[in-house]
């Protein structure tokens, strides 16, 4: 597999950016790089999370068998630790010490995995497709990534599917078991013909297409039902889409192949089984809850449905009493879909690359719970990521008492068309810029949406599209808080807002605007904000009580309405001044307010 590195320049890269990028980190990870990967495979959509130059090797939890392709890969960077059928309780116990957790299906990744983890698990990979055994939402609550491995077992799944499909319609199961009890029931076991056969694939996503791919080469009309596919991938392998009503009621065979979501959760049920064909024939290789069992029992034995073959169950394993396993016209596997050597070692692999890429803080092509950005989108990005984080925390500084911040608008300027311009990343820090000065809660990339609603804070985005040039991807980012009071009266713009306004000046975020006041303080150090009456050496009389303490001064601008009125003096500092200092500097007769904000 063809892999291109593209590291970017180490140093120019903000330390406050890698950190402010990395999931929660532990002592373990010192960060000092941002490194922006390129897979040889087909899409190439990313997003960054961590950035981690490593002290010492993090530990990776292996809670079910993986290929030993994908465990070479994982030994290489980490220290691997095989502990499978742990009890959840023993999962509870062990993830303390883990970075990260890789599971297949047969793992619960509940939210109480989350919780005793204590902030050290960084990713949860999940060596196939189905997520469904993840807690997504306390994954994201907890800022921990969910990557899986999308593709290496997708043509095993549909392989699996077709081969339950023609042994259901052969009675394989049922003869071979007959033939080794020392029988020879030829009459019994007829079957039927797929040839000329309507075959209903529900999802038409990786797997439903490469079985109605299959199946159309064994002479079936295949129809297929998905709220989300699009119809010219279907007719474009002469598929039909149809609603799912039309789906179920013309089908012979149904294949279900849509993940289980609360959505697809007993789609087929006593009501759907009722619009049914009678005598349809039923293969299940997505999951066991898209099937209510017991209805499905309840059809099997009024003849509704002729036939099912089952490789998931709602509960795996299922019961061996179960009445769906032992029905003399259902087959069974033990989800057995994606298990080929070529897919278990397929499947390793992907899920090794992007965990050890995860905590690398590269950039992951399968999250599951953060946005996913191209790198090259990043890497543009990347300034105006800095600038977005420090915007934010510059804009809640100003707020009186820091907190009670609801509403946020942040304004992008630029001249790219509006679909042009991906803003989740800067969203993302603006929202980590502002609530980490207010909260002991760390913010990242998977995180950020959810910790501002937990906060009730509610930021709205608007794009100004400027005429001109759209080399660059942005002119301006605007911040504004409003309903707030701030601790500097100049801050507030003449709509009300506490507004602060940035852009990038050579590859270096700059602070250009303060409420009405325009100003230029490259964003670097701290600022100090002071208003005051527009009059000669004021510059001077600040810059010398800085100096007497050995502050060193690496931007001054001066923002006025005019001569000799108000003015905003914008300072930038590499140290922290002392109390005393700061006290000294508002005492300057002509300083009418002043305020320090640490960026
Ligand atoms: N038995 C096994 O070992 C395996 C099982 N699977 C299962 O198969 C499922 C599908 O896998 P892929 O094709 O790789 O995923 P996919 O994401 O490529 O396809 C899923 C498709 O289902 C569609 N869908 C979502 N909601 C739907 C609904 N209400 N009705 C109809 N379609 C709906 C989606 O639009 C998507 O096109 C996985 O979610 C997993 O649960 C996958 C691999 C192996
Ligand atoms: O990839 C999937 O969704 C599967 O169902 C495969 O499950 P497994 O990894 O074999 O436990």
Known sequence: ??????????????????????????????????????HGRGTRRFIVLATAGLDAKPTVLVAEKLGAAGLDLLKEFANVDCSYNLSPEELNTKISLCDALIVRSGTKVSREVFESSGGRLK?????????????LAAATEHGCLVVNAPTANTVAAAEHGIALLAAMARNVAQADASVKAGKWLRNKYVGVSLVGKTLAVMGFGKVGTEVARRAKGLGMHVIAHDPYAPADRARAIGVELVTFDEAIATADFISLHMPLTPTTSKMLNDETFGKMKKGVRIVNVARGGVIDEEALVRALDSGIVAQAALDVFTKEPPSPESKLVQHENVIVTPHLGASTVEAQEGVAIEIAEAVVGALKGEL?????????????????????????????RLAVQLVTGGSGVKSVKVTYASARAPDDLDTRVLRAMITKGIIEPISSVFVNLVNADFAAKQRGVRITEERIVLDGSPEAPLESIQVQIANVESKFASAISDTGEIRVEGRVKDGVPHLTRVGSFEVDVSLEGSIILCRQVDQPGMIGKVGSILGQENVNVSFMSVGRIAPRKQAVMAIGVDDQPSKQSLQRIGEIPAIEEFVFLKL
């Open 1 to 38: 597999m063809a892999t291109s590195t593209t590291s970017l320049n180490v140093p120019s890269l903000n330390p406050k950016l890698s950190s402010s990028l990395s999931i929660s980190s532990t002592p373990q990870f010192s960060v000092s790089s941002l490194n922006l990967r390129t």
């Open 364 to 392: 992951a092509a399968t999250a599951v719970n953060a946005p996913m950005v191209p790198a090259e989108v990043l890497s543009e990005l990347k300034p105006y990521v800095i600038l977005a984080e420090k915007l934010g």
């Open 123 to 135: 990713v949860v990979g999940r060596a196939g497709v189905g997520i469904d055994n993840v807690d």
